[in-house]
């Protein structure tokens, strides 16, 4: 007569992951002035704001994991959050089972704790995730005021220099709300 | 006349006659071995069939009825009579289309067992028709992934919501897609097709707002875009613009009830990861983003003096255009930057 016995396997799943969420959009920029002169006048207002610009490229880290990275020529802007992700779970399974089978018993145990540790892992990957995308949903709020006070900037910037080009510039007037008057004597 | 030949002759019919929808049905539905050969007599009458089949077809999807000026300047009228009589050719891809029809089961397995090359416009035509009665009575699980449907112009301009459950619309497919042969030597048959293909387009839109799965999403859209770009670059060079009427229809009346963006993507999960809802959110506006490319060849018509040789084309095109209009352009810009905006994304989070 065979014995009975209890198996139990259990195993810790550690875990290194980068998890990240953005978004793409682009600067409405109106052309007033030819498209390489618009481009230019953006970057000096990126450069302004702090961003740091290699060729065609600006970018700025914002703090808590957020970054901007802008296309100086087609205005296409990308905003990203990332965040270092340590992962652990630890599980354990048991099986009561007959002597000559708890060899092959044990190994099946294995496998169905190391299928249910790598869901665990999934679904912590996918909470943090969410969470993350809540963190970067409540920043963008603030970012899209900055990137209108930028648009704002540039085209004022590009319609002195328009008015500039048609005529003698007598007044500029910039409100608060970021309106803008010009009287130029032509 | 033998039990196949009936059913062959029934399937035919119905796949036009409204009154035999529950027969059809059964046709399509259930497997029926087909013998080899069919007698002279049900070949005859099936070529019949298919002939006057294919006008009442089109007739029925009311296209026929609408009136307006041919590009060519020879004024108003119906469709009948602005359009010459037209030859329709059915060769023996018609034959192994309704003999798959009758011997699968529209189960995905069955997507590879049909091996067609159609080149004719009544083959075309009748392809088109199956798949609309596949898809009526929810049969067309092989037909979605089949290469005979996916390589149909016809087929995804009329459905393409169904098709791209099945995957996107790809480069390769959009090549085998013959859009030349549609603008011109079947542009009588694309011009009768106007009105269903408004109402089915419509109904794509109307219908994105019941989407809850974003990757169907963005494979629609950018179905859609493939499609309407590829179509809008052929009708511009075959001076066949008026032929976008139906995204031009289409848009204008969803438009017209002036939604929120919120109403293509409000099936859309909120627990998305952002970049997944963005691209889906962008991807649902592949119409008016369509029309948008082609609004500088529509600008340009606009300018076009009485005494240009395109004047009347242009008079035409601008005819169709109208209902959508300046005011929709401006609407549909709105809403492509209201979409994914990250204010109201923002505001989602609250």
């Known amino acids: 007569m065979s014995r009975a016995y209890r198996i139990r396997v259990a195993d810790t799943l550690r875990q290194h992951a980068e998890i990240k ?30 961003f740091t610009c290699d060729g065609a490229v600006a970018t700025r880290e914002l703090g808590e994991g957020v970054s901007i990275r802008v296309d100086i020529e087609s205005s296409h802007i990308e905003i990203v959050m990332a965040e270092e992700l340590a992962l652990q779970v630890s599980g354990e399974l048991s099986q009561v089972v007959e002597e000559e089978e708890a060899e092959q018993r044990e190994k099946q145990l294995q496998q169905a704790l190391a299928a249910q540790l790598c869901s665990k892992v999934d ?10 995308t809540q963190k970067l949903k409540r920043r963008l709020g603030d970012i899209q005021q900055e990137l209108d006070q930028l648009v704002n900037a540039t085209i004022a910037t590009a319609l002195k220099e328009k008015a500039a080009q048609l005529g003698e510039v007598e007044e500029v007037v910039e409100s608060e709300d970021g309106s803008i008057s010009i009287r130029i004597n032509l | 006349m033998a039990q196949s030949e009936y059913e062959l002759l029934s399937l035919a019919q119905g796949l036009w006659l409204c009154s035999s929808a529950r027969l059809t049905e059964s046709l399509i539905r259930e497997p029926r071995k087909q013998p080899p050969n069919y007698s002279p007599q049900a070949l005859a009458l099936l070529r019949d069939t298919l002939a006057k089949g294919v006008v009442v077809g089109l007739a029925r999807q009311g296209g026929v009825r609408a009136r307006f000026n041919r590009p060519t300047g020879t004024g108003a009228g119906y469709w009948w009579q602005r359009n010459p009589v037209q030859r329709l050719e059915f060769t023996e891809q018609a034959m192994s289309l309704l003999r798959w029809i009758l011997e699968s089961v529209p189960q995905p397995a069955a997507a590879n067992r049909l091996d067609l090359c159609i080149r004719e416009t009544g083959d075309a035509l009748l392809l088109y028709f199956v798949y609309a009665r596949l898809v009526e009575h929810e049969c067309h699980g092989a037909a979605v992934s089949s290469p005979a449907f996916r390589h149909s112009a016809l087929c995804w301009l009329g459905y393409c919501d169904s098709l791209a459950k099945a995957g996107p619309l790809s480069i390769e497919e959009l090549d085998r897609l013959d859009f030349e042969i549609l603008l011109d030597e079947q542009a009588w048959l694309f011009e009768a097709l106007q ?19 974003p990757v169907y999403m963005t494979d629609l859209g950018v179905s859609q875009a493939r499609l309407l770009e590829r179509l809008a670059d052929a009708a511009a060079r075959h001076k066949r613009l008026d032929l976008l009427s139906f995204v031009f229809q289409a848009g ?29 959110a962008r991807a649902s506006m592949a119409l008016f983003e369509a029309v948008e490319a082609c609004y500088p060849v529509i600008e340009d018509l606009a300018a076009a003096r009485f005494f240009d040789e395109e004047y009347e084309y242009s008079q035409l095109v601008l005819k169709h255009w109208q209902v959508y209009g300046e005011r929709g352009l401006e609407q549909a810009r709105s809403l492509i930057s209201q979409v994914s905006a990250l204010d109201r994304l923002a505001g989602e989070s609250a």
């Open chain 1, 21 to 50: 969420d953005g978004i793409r959009t682009r600067l409405e920029l109106l052309p007033v002035l030819p498209a390489e002169r618009m481009a230019a006048i953006l970057k000096s207002q990126l450069e302004a704001r702090g």
């Open chain 2, 195 to 213: 009105r269903p293909l408004t109402r089915r387009w419509l109904g794509i839109e109307t219908g994105k707002s019941q989407i809850d799965d």
């Open chain 2, 252 to 280: 204008a009346r969803i438009l017209r009830n002036r939604p929120d963006p919120e109403y293509w993507v409000k099936n859309l999960p909120q627990t998305l990861a952002l970049e997944q809802y963005t691209d889906a």
């Open chain 1, 123 to 132: 679904e912590a990957q996918d909470e943090a995730r969410q969470a993350l």
